[in-house]
């Protein structure tokens, strides 16, 4: 059994950006999933807006386009999936004979939701000479509708493979669809979509922010409204925006994105001053948090793997569909 370091100082387990909890009793889950992941060979993908407790017992963590690749590769019977509903779908999608958990079958997405499939397929059919793509952030009936997905990392090029004479459909991101045409310079027809985290970043706190730390460069999801990306000296996927700390000579970054991102930023850059953008709303973290993404506990990731559910079932004629828009995306590289 895989041992997990000792819990000396109380977050020394679960990290700063974890639920507060004794840091034994969390020691001691993490220590009973590595066990059940290890009897039935179950492997346990994590996005990284997922607490730092969640991400210590993950095999593989990062972006939406690298959980992807990561579910089409693995040959575990078991996937258990910790991220949003969505996520756990396309896994799914793409390895139909695993059994597919996720910790919390709620767990759900405010672009996703913001897109239901009757009202899609009428946008779709008034449309009909529009090449549809759609953010992998969709249910997977509004996938088995598309052309082609994409996701933050990958949209530009996906856009950009298109022939220059179709018109695109872009869905369900009114922002991210709004950032790839102007870098593409694309006729695209956005669906009212948007992330309620990222939309709920104050851009007047922000610019006080960036007046107290005028050093400071400012990287941002793409998800963000256009006057936050306007201010920005980077904007990527969470993938990129880890890759430009890493890289970047800066010593201070304010982050525009989730603030689960952040656990992992600390540890890659621990010399670096990294301060999440601050959002609408005065919340406990003063950050912007995922509701969905955060109801996933290390409780709830102990018992879907002892009891093998919640499990994601998916009608295979649909499935089929998205997997033929997925598999095209994925060939893109
Ligand atoms: P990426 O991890 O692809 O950047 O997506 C962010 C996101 O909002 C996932 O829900
Ligand atoms: Fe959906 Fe936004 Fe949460 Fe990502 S951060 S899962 S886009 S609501």
Request: glycine share 4%.
């Amino acid at each position: 059994m895989t041992m997990l370091p000792q819990p000396t100082v109380s977050r020394t387990l679960i990290g700063a950006d974890g639920p507060p909890s004794s840091p034994l009793a969390q020691h001691a889950l993490a220590e009973e999933i590595l066990d059940l992941k290890r009897r039935k060979n179950a492997v346990i993908l994590a996005h990284y807006y997922q607490t730092g407790d969640i991400q210590q017992v993950a095999d593989h963590i990062g972006d939406s386009l690298a959980l992807a690749q990561a579910a089409e590769r693995t040959d575990a019977p078991i996937i258990l999936f910790c991220g949003v509903h969505f996520m756990a779908e396309t896994a799914k999608i793409l390895n139909p004979q695993r059994k597919l958990l996720l910790p919390d079958m709620t767990a759900g997405c405010s672009l996703a939701d913001s897109a239901p499939p009757e009202k899609f397929r009428a946008f779709v059919n008034a449309h009909p000479d529009h090449v549809v793509v759609s953010y992998i952030n969709c249910s997977a009936e509004v996938k088995a509708m598309s052309d082609i997905i994409c996701t933050s990392s990958n949209a530009v090029r996906v856009v950009n493979s298109i022939p220059v004479d179709h018109p695109i459909l872009f869905a369900p991101d009114k922002h991210l669809g709004a950032y790839v045409q102007r870098v593409t310079g694309r006729r695209m027809l956005l669906w009212d979509g948007t992330c309620e985290v990222h939309v709920n970043i104050s851009i007047d706190k922000l610019k006080l922010l960036k007046g107290k730390y005028p050093e400071a460069k400012l990287i941002a999801h793409p998800e963000c409204p256009s006057h936050i990306l306007a201010e920005a000296d980077h904007v990527g996927s969470t993938s990129s925006l880890l890759d430009f700390v890493k890289r970047d000579t800066g010593k201070t970054f304010i982050v525009a994105t989730e603030a689960g991102i952040l656990y992992n930023m600390r540890a890659a850059v621990p010399h670096k001053t990294l301060i999440p953008a601050p959002a609408y709303a005065d919340n406990e973290c003063a950050c912007s948090e995922c509701p969905y993404m955060k109801q996933n506990t290390l409780a709830k990731v102990r018992d879907a793997l002892l009891l093998e559910q919640p499990e994601i079932v998916l009608d295979e004629e649909v499935r089929l569909r998205a997997h033929r828009a997925l598999r095209r995306m994925l060939e893109l590289g």
